[in-house]
């Protein structure tokens, strides 16, 4: 019976920790603002993403000296974007940015929605920059206050679709936490072995962070899918995002697979030490 019930205990403690991992990753990187706003900087340094926003900024910097009636040309456009997002305030005001997007999606604003309902996301706050203002300058174009780019060619996305993460996420992400550990406690009181059942949840941590692996694999290709509601620049950006968004739930595996190895290399040395302290108190004395 005791057998039963310890293994019940490691069956929900492996379970519960396979949705702690998850849940807390996307808690601290995506629902998180500023977990989202650090990883939009950290890809800003991409210079894939640094070549897609230029492109984007010369395309856009175009137009509103178009509209201001100057022919510009392009080239001396994409020179002074590819300047400025080479530079070191484009990451800082690329996550600027990426938080204002991050507000359309977990809060219930409206404010990052044109009139069709399509998302998107301003980028004023790169025109702030010297070179780019000196260059709107010599066109005689004067920043705008707002210069909105769509994100979706669709409306399926609508303001504050995630705010139940924002409401909920923290409390969520703790709890499961919590659960994990007070499982593995239960666990460990359940069993005759301290030291096999902790490298049985060793064991745990392992399959877990071997299942996150697998379970990225599988799932790219959804994001793939859904990342297809994007086009061009935007699209370039996109891609360069969930790279270092699945870069960064590969780092959370590791930690998990190395505390999977650590509790595996414990429990072996407790079984081993208390098989030795066995065999002294079993010992005659000579």
Same mark, same amino acid.
Request: proline share 4%; charged share 10%; net charge positive.
């Given at each position: 019976m005791?057998?039963?019930?310890?293994?019940?205990?490691?069956?929900?403690?492996?379970?519960?920790?396979v949705?702690?991992?998850?849940?807390?990753?996307?808690?601290?990187?995506?629902?998180?603002? $500023?977990?989202?706003?650090?990883?939009?900087?950290?890809?800003?340094?991409?210079?894939?993403?640094?070549?897609?926003?230029?492109?984007?900024l010369?395309?856009?910097?175009?137009?509103?000296?178009?509209?201001?009636?100057y022919?510009?040309s392009?080239?001396?456009?994409?020179?002074?974007? /590819?300047?400025?997002?080479?530079?070191?305030?484009?990451? #800082?005001?690329?996550?600027?940015?990426?938080?204002?997007?991050?507000?359309?999606?977990?809060? /219930?604003?409206?404010? +990052?929605?044109?009139?069709?309902? +399509?998302?998107v996301? /301003?980028l $004023?706050?790169?025109?702030?920059?010297? $070179?780019?203002?000196?260059?709107?300058?010599?066109?005689?174009v004067?920043?705008?206050?707002?210069?909105?780019?769509?994100?979706?060619?669709?409306?399926?996305?609508?303001?504050?679709?995630?705010?139940?993460?924002?409401?909920?996420?923290a409390?969520?992400?703790?709890g499961?936490?919590?659960?994990?550990?007070?499982?593995?406690?239960?666990?460990?009181?359940?069993?005759?072995?301290?030291?096999? &059942?902790?490298?049985?949840?060793?064991?745990?941590?392992?399959?877990?962070?071997?299942?996150?692996?697998?379970?990225?694999?599988? #799932?790219?290709?959804?994001?793939?899918?859904?990342?297809?509601?994007?086009?061009?620049n &935007?699209?370039?950006?996109? /891609?360069?995002?969930?790279?270092?968004?699945?870069?960064?739930?590969?780092?959370?595996?590791?930690?998990?697979l190395?505390?999977?190895?650590?509790?595996?290399?414990?429990?072996?040395?407790?079984?081993?030490?208390?098989?030795?302290?066995?065999?002294?108190?079993?010992?005659?004395?000579?």
């Amino acid at each position: 019976m005791r057998f039963v019930a310890t293994l019940l205990l490691w069956l929900l403690t492996t379970a519960a920790l396979v949705i702690a991992v998850p849940v807390t990753w996307a808690q601290h990187t995506v629902v998180s603002r $500023s977990g989202y706003t650090a990883l939009a900087t950290k890809a800003a340094r991409e210079p894939s993403l640094q070549g897609a926003v230029a492109g984007e900024l010369a395309t856009q910097l175009n137009v509103l000296a178009g509209k201001a009636g100057y022919r510009t040309s392009i080239a001396v456009l994409s020179s002074a974007a /590819d300047s400025y997002t080479g530079g070191a305030a484009f990451p #800082g005001q690329f996550g600027t940015v990426n938080g204002l997007a991050h507000d359309w999606l977990f809060t /219930d604003t409206a404010a +990052h929605t044109d009139s069709s309902g +399509h998302w998107v996301v /301003d980028l $004023s706050p790169m025109l702030t920059d010297p $070179s780019i203002k000196s260059t709107l300058a010599g066109f005689g174009v004067s920043p705008p206050a707002k210069l909105q780019v769509p994100v979706t060619d669709s409306a399926g996305l609508r303001p504050g679709q995630l705010r139940v993460a924002t409401t909920w996420g923290a409390w969520a992400s703790v709890g499961v936490c919590v659960l994990v550990g007070l499982l593995a406690l239960l666990t460990l009181a359940a069993a005759r072995s301290r030291g096999k &059942m902790l490298a049985a949840l060793g064991i745990s941590a392992l399959l877990v962070g071997a299942a996150g692996w697998a379970g990225i694999e599988v #799932g790219r290709p959804h994001v793939n899918d859904a990342l297809n509601r994007t086009s061009g620049n &935007m699209r370039q950006i996109a /891609d360069v995002m969930v790279d270092y968004a699945i870069a960064d739930m590969h780092h959370w595996l590791n930690l998990t697979l190395i505390a999977g190895v650590g509790l595996v290399a414990l429990g072996a040395l407790a079984t081993l030490l208390a098989n030795v302290g066995r065999r002294v108190v079993r010992r005659p004395a000579s």
